[in-house]
């Protein structure tokens, strides 16, 4: 290795090794001294896990049930420690990060262990033999939202729309990778993560508007049979078209209908793609809330949905964040900001798609 290249990984080494060494002419109070002590636990508690999870699969030894949990939890550890020490010492607030996490909520020093944890995540939820992956995953996607967006009654843009918001979906779910498994759940599975009754749910809403659709765009239909086909006796959550078609039907394809609606309430279309994973995480409320007249000032005070929403990374992170008790619909919105960096990516994937 080059002198040069050396020096920077044993600097890049050092920099993770490292932890907060206040000046000795710095006094703490208890509350920062505390907050310092439990930022650092939760840092080296990450990294310990990192560690376990890496020596397992490159040794080939069986992973723990639901390995991806543990790695999770010490994620959200380490951002919640980190905010309350920001919150303690806004001193250490730092530089933007890659992820485009609020700095705040994040030491930009630790990117290398995030890219680590993404790259186990990859490897515990890689599909399974005999996955059908597509040629096209990002173009099924659109397509099949276009499609039922449109035996559902909207006009040409607004189901554009429905194409463009759904391939956000894909992106939340599973940073647009097809056929994967969840290395916190053995019940979602697939493109859109889906369950069993989910996926049954899907396929049955889809053959009430099959012939619609098969009248209207004979070439999906034939795409649609061919899949069939294929996945035939086989889970259909890991054949990408099928899975990505039900988790649609499932879910989304009745809420299609309120787009026209929800751009205006929504101008930017990563707000509307948090509102549809909204659907995915907390369907319910969700739904009242478009019925309500009032989206954005719609609240919700359920412990359950509130769990909910901090299982799926909104207000997970630091005290104060997981001390709400209830949330507006706005306030929801922003703090899905881990998604924000999954959509743009959906942004640019549907600007390359849509000129085909």
Do not use: C
Not at 88 to 116: C, Q, T
Not at 138 to 157: N, Q, S, T, Y
Not at 315 to 341: C, H, N, P, V, Y
């Amino acid at each position: 290795m080059p002198a040069r290249r050396q020096l920077l990984a044993i600097g890049a080494l050092g920099l993770l090794l490292t932890t907060f060494v206040p000046s000795r002419a710095q006094t703490l109070t208890a509350r920062q001294s505390e907050a310092v002590a439990t930022y650092e636990r939760a840092l080296g508690d990450f990294k310990s896990i990192l560690a376990e999870r890496r020596r397992q699969i490159d040794a080939k030894q069986p992973l723990p049930n639901l390995p991806g949990q543990a790695l999770y939890l010490a994620r959200v550890a380490v951002i919640s420690a980190y905010k309350d020490l920001t919150d303690a010492m806004p001193s250490r607030i730092g530089r933007p990060n890659k992820f485009e996490i609020p700095p705040a909520y994040f030491d930009a020093d630790i990117e290398p262990l995030v890219d680590e944890y993404s790259k186990l995540f990859d490897i515990m939820e890689a599909p399974p033999a005999g996955a059908q992956n597509s040629a096209t995953p990002f173009k099924d996607v659109v397509d099949l939202a276009v499609a039922i967006a449109r035996a559902k009654g909207l006009a040409p843009d607004h189901a554009e729309a429905a194409g463009r918001i759904s391939l956000g979906l894909f992106f939340a779910e599973t940073n647009g990778k097809q056929n994967v498994r969840n290395g916190r759940s053995n019940t979602y599975m697939g493109s859109f993560q889906t369950g069993p009754s989910e996926d049954r749910n899907g396929r049955r809403k889809w053959a009430a508007i099959k012939g619609e659709i098969a009248a209207a765009d004979p070439d999906l239909s034939a795409r649609d049979e061919k899949e069939e086909a294929r996945a035939r006796g086989t889970d259909h959550r890991f054949n990408h078209w099928t899975n990505v078609r039900d988790g649609l039907m499932n879910a989304h394809a009745d809420i299609f209908r309120e787009i026209p609606g929800i751009v205006k309430t929504l101008p930017d279309p990563i707000d509307q793609m948090k509102l549809f994973e909204l659907i995915q995480i907390v369907p319910t409320p969700t739904r009242a809330a478009l019925k309500s007249g009032d989206l954005l000032n719609y609240r919700v005070s359920s412990p359950t949905i509130m769990k909910h929403l901090r299982n799926n990374s909104i207000f997970a992170f630091g005290q104060a964040d997981r001390a709400r008790t209830s949330a507006s619909f706005r306030e929801i919105l922003g703090a899905m900001w881990l998604f924000k960096r999954k959509f743009e990516k959906a942004m640019a994937k549907y600007a390359e798609i849509k000129p085909r």
